[in-house]
C-alpha cells in the first residue's frame, strides 16, 4: 500500500515538475493562437507580454482564451485581427492589460514591415 502512494507521489512530482516547464510566454503564444492571432505574430507578442504581465493578470488573459474557445467554429489561426485582440482585453477590466499588449501589437506590427 505504502508502496502505492509512493508511486503516485512519484508521478504527481514529475508532473508537476513537466508543468512548471512551460513558460508564461509559452503559454501566451498558445492562448493567442488558439484565439485565432497568427502565430507569427503571437510569437511576437508573447515574449514582452510575459516579461511585463503580473501572474494575476496572466491568469486573466487565460479567459480571453478561453471565451474564444468557446466558440470553436469561429476560431481559426489568423482569423482574430489585433484590432480584436486589444478590443477583447477592455474586456478584462485591466488598462495595464490593454496597455501592455496595445505595445506588443504595435511593437510587432512595426517590427514586421
Given at each position: 500500500?505504502?508502496?502505492?502512494?509512493?508511486?503516485h507521489?512519484?508521478?504527481l512530482?514529475?508532473?508537476?515538475a513537466?508543468?512548471?516547464c512551460?513558460?508564461p510566454?509559452?503559454?501566451?503564444?498558445?492562448?493567442?493562437?488558439?484565439?485565432?492571432?497568427?502565430a507569427?505574430?503571437?510569437?511576437?507578442?508573447?515574449?514582452?507580454?510575459?516579461?511585463?504581465?503580473?501572474?494575476?493578470?496572466?491568469?486573466?488573459?487565460r479567459?480571453?482564451?478561453?471565451?474564444?474557445?468557446r466558440?470553436?467554429?469561429?476560431?481559426?489561426?489568423g482569423?482574430?485581427?489585433?484590432?480584436?485582440?486589444?478590443?477583447?482585453m477592455?474586456?478584462?477590466?485591466?488598462?495595464?492589460?490593454?496597455?501592455?499588449?496595445?505595445?506588443?501589437?504595435?511593437?510587432?506590427?512595426?517590427?514586421?514591415?
Amino acid at each position: 500500500m505504502q508502496l502505492r502512494l509512493k508511486k503516485h507521489f512519484f508521478a504527481l512530482g514529475c508532473l508537476a515538475a513537466l508543468a512548471a516547464c512551460v513558460s508564461p510566454e509559452t503559454n501566451i503564444r498558445r492562448g493567442l493562437v488558439d484565439a485565432g492571432l497568427n502565430a507569427a505574430m503571437a510569437q511576437c507578442m508573447a515574449k514582452p507580454m510575459a516579461q511585463q504581465l503580473s501572474t494575476q493578470q496572466l491568469l486573466k488573459l487565460r479567459s480571453f482564451s478561453k471565451s474564444k474557445e468557446r466558440n470553436p467554429g469561429n476560431v481559426r489561426q489568423g482569423s482574430l485581427s489585433l484590432g480584436d485582440v486589444v478590443n477583447g482585453m477592455y474586456a478584462l477590466n485591466d488598462p495595464e492589460i490593454v496597455a501592455i499588449v496595445a505595445a506588443a501589437a504595435l511593437q510587432c506590427t512595426l517590427s514586421a514591415k
